[in-house]
Antibody
Framework: EVQLVESGGGLVQPGESLRLSCEASGFTFSNYAMHWVRQAPEKGLEYISVISNDGGRTYHADSVKGRFIISRDNSKNTLYLHMGSLRPEDTAVYYC??????????????????WGQGTLVTVSS | IVLTQSPATLSLSPGERATLSCGASQSVTSSYLAWYQQKPGLAPRLLIYDASSRATGIPDRFSGSGSGTDFTLTISRLEPEDFAVYYCQQYGSSPITFGQGTRLEIK
């Protein structure tokens, strides 16, 4: 069974940092591009970041560029999101998502499937 | 690309047909459009990709259609478990964008 399990969320103060992790199982992690998507409370979905299967290419949305960094460790089947200079508007559930297709080296997408259960990040003083 | 979903809320009864719309501010490359279902407290689930292809395990009462700037998700006969929020997403152009969602509620 394909599984994505996020961890690392919690309550932090504005300006602080946090690292989210996403442990993958049930598939060959190193074959797939991986994404982060967030959802603020009672709001819609916002695309954050993507990393190619080999970690060689990344993309970050303008809303997090320069503050968040996506990375992966294929030897540990784990995706990360390093979050710095956190703001109250970063408060959201953060989802780890696998791309639907295997396309080596790409950061394009063919749909998101499956999604992890999400981890809540709350930024508040 | 800005995606606009309509209606914002759709009130229907089980057994009825649901039609959800997603309009794009510019043409979606290669019909790279997906639909997701999200139930309260759960992660979204892929229903449709490439505008009209059903994802694995999705019942055939769900169908997608459209091209260019106009896309539709149709649920032919609503089951109680179909009442949820539905999002469209385009992945043909960077940045990937989502619509604001349509809430499908029981009438």
């Amino acid at each position: 069974e394909v599984q994505l399990v996020e961890s690392g969320g919690g309550l932090v103060q504005p300006g602080e940092s946090l690292r989210l992790s996403c442990e993958a199982s049930g598939f060959t992690f190193s074959n797939y591009a991986m994404h982060w998507v967030r959802q603020a409370p009672e709001k819609g979905l916002e695309y954050i970041s993507v990393i190619s299967n080999d970690g060689g290419r990344t993309y970050h949305a303008d809303s997090v560029k320069g503050r968040f960094i996506i990375s992966r460790d294929n030897s540990k089947n784990t995706l990360y999101l390093h979050m710095g200079s956190l703001r109250p508007e970063d408060t959201a559930v953060y989802y780890c998502v696998r791309d639907r297709r295997v396309v080596p080296g790409a950061i394009l997408s063919w749909g998101f499937d499956p999604w992890g259960q999400g981890t809540l990040v709350t930024v508040s003083s | 690309i800005v995606l606009t979903q309509s209606p914002a809320t759709l009130s229907l009864s089980p057994g009825e047909r649901a039609t959800l719309s997603c309009g794009a501010s510019q043409s979606v490359t290669s019909s790279y459009l997906a639909w997701y279902q999200q139930k309260p407290g759960l992660a979204p689930r892929l229903l449709i990709y490439d505008a009209s292809s059903r994802a694995t395990g999705i019942p055939d009462r769900f169908s997608g259609s459209g091209s260019g700037t106009d896309f539709t998700l149709t649920i032919s006969r609503l089951e109680p478990e179909d009442f949820a929020v539905y999002y469209c997403q385009q992945y043909g152009s960077s940045p990937i964008t989502f619509g604001q969602g349509t809430r499908l509620e029981i009438k």
